[in-house]
C-alpha cells in the first residue's frame, strides 16, 4: 500500500521542509493542498514553483495527490467561497478557474488525480438549480482533466450538496467519467456505509482516498487510535480491492505538531499491517 500525507495537516511549515518531513518519514507521496502559503496557484510564478516542486519529488521518487479544499484562497472573508453553487455566475467561474489551475499544476507534478468537492447551498438558493450549476461546473473541469490525463474526483463532505456516497452516484450518472474521493471518516459521520464496505461497494471508481481516525457522528479528523474508525479493517478492504493509488492520511487539525503527527501516523498504519502479518 502507497501512502501519502495531506499538507493541510502540515499549514506551519514551508511546503519544502513539509514535504522533506513526509519523505523522510517513509510516506510514498504527498497530498498536496493547495493554498496560499503552499504553491499558490493564484500568484504569478506558479509555473516554475510548480516545476520545482515536481523536480523534488520526482528526486525523491514520491507520488502526488492534488487537494483543493483551502478555506479562504478565493475569498478571504468567506470560507471555501466561492463555490461551484454560488448564485453569482462569476464567482461559480472563479471556482472552475481555480480547478482547472489546480489541474494544471497536477499535470505538471504527474499527480494520480485532484480531489474537490460540490460546494454547500448559499441560504435561499433552490437545490435543484443548484444542482445544475454543479452538473455544469464539474462537466468543466472533467472535460480539461482529461485533457491533462488527470482524474477528477469529486468528495461527499458532510453538509454539502454532495454529501454522500450516494449523492456522488446520482452525480456521476449524468457524468460517468467523474472518479469518486473517498474520505473515509466521513462515512463514520453521515452513518452511510461502514467504511470497509464502501471500499469494495465504489472500488471501480476510486480516484483517490482519504484515511483519519473519526468518531461516529462528529466531522473531526482525529490521529489514528482516537476514534471510531477500523483502520485494519479499512486498509484490508483497499488491499483486497487492489487499491494502488495514494491513500492519503488526513490531519487538518494536527498543524501545531506535524513534526511529531507525521512520523507517528505512519508508523501507526505500519503497527497495524505488521500486526496483521504477524497473526
Known amino acids: 500500500m502507497r501512502v501519502a500525507y495531506n499538507t493541510n495537516g502540515a499549514a506551519n511549515h514551508r511546503l519544502a521542509d513539509a514535504v522533506a518531513i513526509i519523505a523522510e518519514a517513509g510516506y510514498d507521496g504527498v497530498a498536496l493542498t493547495l493554498d496560499h502559503h503552499h504553491l499558490d496557484p493564484m500568484e504569478p510564478g506558479w509555473v516554475a514553483r510548480a516545476e520545482a516542486l515536481a523536480r523534488d519529488l520526482a528526486a525523491r521518487r514520491m507520488g502526488c495527490v492534488i487537494e483543493t479544499g483551502a478555506r479562504y484562497l478565493l475569498d478571504p472573508r468567506a470560507k471555501h467561497e466561492p463555490t461551484l453553487l454560488t448564485p453569482c455566475a462569476e464567482g461559480r467561474a472563479r471556482r472552475v478557474a481555480f480547478l482547472a489551475r489546480a489541474v ?7 499527480a494520480e488525480a485532484v480531489s474537490f468537492w460540490a460546494g454547500v447551498p448559499r441560504p435561499g438558493v433552490d437545490r435543484g438549480e443548484a444542482g445544475e450549476w454543479l452538473k455544469a461546473g464539474v462537466a468543466a473541469v472533467l472535460e480539461h482533466a482529461e485533457a491533462c490525463g488527470i482524474a477528477a474526483a469529486l468528495e461527499p463532505e458532510p453538509g454539502m450538496l454532495v454529501e454522500t456516497v450516494d449523492d456522488w452516484r446520482l452525480l456521476q450518472h449524468h457524468l460517468p467519467r467523474l472518479t469518486l ?3 473515509l471518516g466521513h462515512l463514520l459521520v453521515t452513518g452511510e456505509r461502514d467504511p470497509p464496505s464502501a471500499v469494495r461497494e465504489f472500488a471501480a471508481h476510486l480516484g483517490t482516498v482519504s484515511i483519519e481516525d473519526m468518531r461516529r457522528g462528529d466531522h473531526t479528523h482525529l490521529p489514528f487510535g482516537e476514534g471510531d474508525m477500523d483502520i485494519p479493517a479499512c486498509l484490508d478492504a483497499l488491499e483486497a480491492v487492489g487499491f494502488g493509488r495514494l491513500v492519503c492520511v488526513e490531519l487538518s487539525r494536527e498543524s501545531h505538531r506535524a513534526d511529531r503527527m507525521v512520523p507517528e501516523a505512519i508508523g501507526w498504519l505500519r503497527t497495524c ?6 497473526a
Not at 104 to 110: A, S
Not at 273 to 278: E, H, M, P, S, V
Open 104 to 110: 494544471d499544476i497536477g499535470r505538471i507534478l504527474g
Open 181 to 183: 474521493a473517498l474520505d
Open 273 to 278: 499491517r505488521a500486526g496483521r502479518d504477524a
